[in-house]
């Protein structure tokens, strides 16, 4: 992956990560990635982060939940009506 190199201010990467996670849910390490690709530190990865699960934008309690459903339909998994 291409790291993109530019300067990005702790409000700007929020806003881009909760659009990010408003779009679909994502789990830590979706976001932790995303943020690398924008070039953010560590400590903007770990302000960013806590930011967006003290807002409810990243929720891996619901991530997993959708994750389970998403698959069961995918697979075709559960009960079989015979």
Known sequence: MNKINSI??????QSKLEHYCAYQERCHQEVIQKLKILGASA???D?????LLENNFLNEER?????TISK????KMGKNSH
Not at 8 to 13: A, F, I, K, Y
Not at 47 to 51: A, D, L, N, S
């Open 47 to 51: 302000k960013v982060v806590v930011h």
């Open 43 to 45: 400590t903007e990865i």
């Open 8 to 13: 990005h201010s702790l409000e700007q990467l």
């Open 63 to 67: 991530f997993a939940c959708l994750f």
């Open 72 to 75: 069961f339909h995918q697979k």
